[in-house]
Nanobody, 122 residues
Framework: QVQLAESGGGLVQAGGSLRLSCAASRRTFSRYVGWFRQAPGKEREFVAAISWSGESTFYANSVKGRFTISRDNAENTVYLQMNSLKPEDTAVYYC????????????????WGQGTQVTVSS
């Protein structure tokens, strides 16, 4: 079974930066690796995704121009560079993998990590 582990969360001031990492226990053979986030009392929402081919990336409108997703296939690791952070970015961030052709829906993802907390102060 695939196991995913997120790291890199923490507390930052508005306008600051964080880089999240998602490490897989083995090669997943998945089409996309995605990042999602969930704030208290809210539904889990899509943040960004990347294909292992390296040709496709997707971003939620709320993070375009601020977040960048990248991958290191040799190490089975995906990164999320978060710049210009805002208080509304505060949430638990999860990575996940899917073999589906749709990259933005959490319902299409098969395996999930335990999450890492990101808190942005104002």
């Amino acid at each position: 079974q695939v196991q995913l582990a997120e790291s890199g969360g923490g507390l930052v001031q508005a306008g600051g930066s964080l880089r999240l990492s998602c490490a897989a226990s083995r090669r997943t053979f998945s089409r996309y690796v995605g990042w999602f986030r969930q704030a208290p009392g809210k539904e889990r929402e899509f943040v960004a995704a990347i294909s292992w081919s390296g040709e496709s990336t997707f971003y939620a409108n709320s993070v375009k121009g601020r977040f960048t997703i990248s991958r290191d296939n040799a190490e089975n690791t995906v990164y999320l560079q978060m710049n210009s952070l805002k208080p509304e970015d505060t949430a638990v961030y999860y990575c996940a993998v899917t073999r589906d052709y749709t990259a933005t829906s959490p319902a299409r993802y098969d395996y999930w990590g335990q999450g890492t907390q990101v808190t942005v102060s104002s």
